[in-house]
């Protein structure tokens, strides 16, 4: 019965594994153009999709929190803002530190991030971990510190990095009852509200290449929107630390990309790492599987 959220975590995190696909052909771009231009696009498409073919789910929605206590009401609005808050400041550092600080240090914060996603649904969400599961969280850490050996002074940009997208995954947990398509819409809406002035302050000149706009339609469809709704979905029906922990494909995948694909250079202590996390996602679901079936006896 699990196993739909399970594939739409899957697919939602190997899609953005493959990220570098529609990244590398936009690489003569400025970095925060691309920000910009995926997020404005995503934010028309999902305004026009909601008006023109889902007036009735907004309704519901709007019905919805017209009907909670105004305390409960007062309390989904607080997080909607406060989650588009830590998405918006997740990308805007994830570019701040790409470009100032560096690509490795970015990187590196995703794989904290399912770390920290997984602490964090222990003590806002109370979710519990079996033994077997911490096991896999101590493993998941060994192997960042592994990688963080010869970038420690990269680890604080990287774990704010990791920490906004953290806090973004586990509030989400509170929508439950919320339409997803109209959740991530409004989310997406005050992203760019925010991210707005520093278009106008920081973005470059207006691109001119119709590649440009192809590509960033791309982004914004295949890797933003889908993915996203993907996320949204699969935690109706897995836990915040589960989609933490299965966020490590999106590192792994990259990472396999980087070796054989791109052939870029790999050192013995990143195999070793990567290895690590692949095996510390296989004990985490065997964990999951394990207390399922202890809870359906």
Wanted: hydrophobic share 55%; glycine share 4%; net charge positive.
């Amino acid at each position: 019965m699990r196993a739909k959220y399970y594939l739409a975590a899957i697919i939602a995190f190997s899609v953005w594994g493959m990220f570098s696909f529609v990244l590398k052909p936009l690489q003569g771009y400025p970095s925060p153009d691309i920000l910009f231009y995926r997020i404005f696009l995503s934010v028309t498409l999902m305004l026009a999709i909601n008006l023109l073919a889902r007036r009735k789910q907004l309704k519901e929605t709007k019905n919805y929190l017209l009907n909670l206590p105004a305390k409960k009401r007062q309390t989904l609005i607080l997080l909607t803002v406060f989650s588009s808050v830590m998405l918006s400041a997740n990308w805007f550092f994830f570019i701040y530190v790409m470009n100032h600080i560096s690509v490795k240090a970015a990187a590196f914060s995703y794989l904290i991030c399912p770390i920290l996603t997984t602490v964090c649904a222990f003590i806002i969400l109370r979710e519990r971990l079996t033994p077997l599961q911490w096991f896999s969280v101590l493993i998941s850490a060994s192997a960042c510190v592994l990688l963080s050996f010869n970038n420690v002074a990269d680890l604080g940009f990287s774990l704010l990095v990791a920490g906004s997208y953290a806090l973004y995954l586990v509030i989400q947990k509170k929508f439950q009852e919320v339409d997803k398509f109209v959740l991530l819409s409004s989310q997406l809406v005050i992203t760019a509200l925010i991210l707005l002035p520093f278009y106008f302050t920081i973005s470059g000149p207006l691109p001119a290449e119709p590649k440009f706009y192809i590509y960033i339609a791309i982004i914004a469809i295949g890797f933003t929107i889908i993915p996203m709704l993907l996320n949204l979905f699969a935690l109706k029906g897995i836990t915040s630390s589960t989609l933490g922990i299965l966020m490590y494909l999106n590192p792994i995948i990259g990472f396999v990309l980087a070796a054989f694909y791109y052939k870029e250079e790999i050192s013995a202590t990143q195999i070793v790492a990567y290895s690590l996390i692949g095996v510390a996602i296989v004990i985490f679901n065997i964990g999951s599987y394990l207390k399922l079936r202890a809870a359906n006896k």
